[in-house]
């Protein structure tokens, strides 16, 4: 399968919140996805889909640390508009990170600290805030607003296929 462009990238991601709140958004999915694996056993979290899938437990790990990231490139782009934006591989993190060994319940309640400090941060901005942009190294000028959009996309993606990964766990009777 051939490697998406920057540009599929960032049209199947914002795809995904089609003309939704992303804030909205945002504030649902840790709520959403604690719903999806109460009950999940962490052998089960931990399993992989096909080996060259992410686990649950590998999902939420992502989760949480680019929260992380995008908590840091919004604070960034509000003190030095205009400022780079770097990108980086989320394999690579994954694998430095060791996200298999993660607990998906810690990776998940980080998730939510994070994700609550980032919203509380949006809410406190005054409309040409949302307009400050830093620029990517990969996707190029990125607002606040468009960071945003893309981290509610990325959320639903994520979600989108920790209910696959659920679904053909439950199928197989495993």
């Given at each position: 399968?051939a ?7 960032k049209k ?5 919140v089609?003309g939704k709140d992303?804030?909205?958004i945002q504030?649902?999915?840790?709520a959403h ?6 009950g999940v056993?962490?052998?089960?979290l931990a ?5 060259e899938k992410?686990?649950i ?7 949480s ?15 030095a508009?205009?400022?780079?934006i770097?990108?980086?591989?989320q394999?690579?993190w994954?694998?430095?990170?060791k ?6 319940h810690?990776?998940l ?8 400090a980032?919203?509380?941060l ?8 949302w307009k ?5 190294s990969e996707?190029?000028?990125e607002?606040?607003e468009?960071?945003?959009l ?5 959320d639903?993606?994520?979600i989108a ?8 766990s439950?199928?197989?009777?495993s």
């Open positions: 399968m490697k998406e462009t920057v540009e599929e990238y199947r991601i914002s795809g995904f089609g992303p804030l909205k504030a649902t999915t840790s996805i604690e719903h999806l694996i109460q056993s962490k052998e089960k399993k992989r889909p096909a080996p992410w686990s437990t590998e999902i939420l790990a992502h989760l640390e680019t929260e992380l990231v995008g908590g840091y490139r919004m604070r960034a782009v509000l003190g508009p205009g400022c780079p770097p990108a980086f591989d394999d690579d994954a694998s430095a990170g996200y298999s060994k993660r607990d998906p810690k990776s309640q980080l998730f939510r600290t994070l994700r609550e980032n919203l509380e949006l809410a406190s901005l005054d409309p040409g805030q400050h942009y830093g620029v990517h996707r190029g000028e607002s606040i468009r960071i945003v893309m981290f509610a996309g990325h639903l993606n994520h296929q920790i209910e696959t990964i659920l679904a053909k439950a199928s197989a009777g």
